[in-house]
């Protein structure tokens, strides 16, 4: 069992930042990747970043490439989610979640384990 608890949403403005906590407990051998993605309304999960726990490399969707790092604190089992230059239509709930087959079908959203609650980050003037 892995437990996952995101933080740090909120409402910023366009042109701003936020920096997504996702800190995890329980069983940490049960995944070989961690991944953001976020849902709008009306719209589908999407996958945005995932992170390999291994050697910390990284994928990311188009839509954020160049705005968001994701990261990783061994010491402290948390991912990071920056996120600069937001835009509106980054407007969603962020969840973090477990893989178990690598970061590239994480982002796919494949192979799943674990999801956190989700935390709220809205991007308006």
């Known amino acids: 069992q892995v437990q996952l608890v995101e933080s740090g949403g909120g409402l910023v403005q366009p042109g701003g930042s936020l920096r997504l906590s996702c800190a995890a407990s329980g069983f940490t051998l049960d995944y070989d990747a961690i991944g953001w993605f976020r849902q709008a309304p009306g719209k589908e999960r999407e996958g945005v970043s995932c992170?390999?726990?291994?050697?910390?490399?990284?994928v990311y969707a188009d839509s954020v490439r160049g705005r968001f790092t994701i990261s990783k604190d061994n010491a402290n089992n948390t991912v990071y989610l920056q996120m600069n230059s937001l835009k509106p239509e980054d407007t969603a709930v962020y969840y973090c979640?477990?893989?178990?087959?690598?970061?590239?079908?994480?982002?796919?959203?494949?192979?799943?384990?674990?999801w956190g609650q989700g935390t709220q980050v809205t991007v308006s003037s």
């Open positions: 992170i390999s726990t291994s050697d910390g490399s990284a």
């Open positions: 979640a477990t893989a178990r087959l690598g970061k590239t079908l994480c982002l796919r959203r494949r192979a799943i384990g674990y």
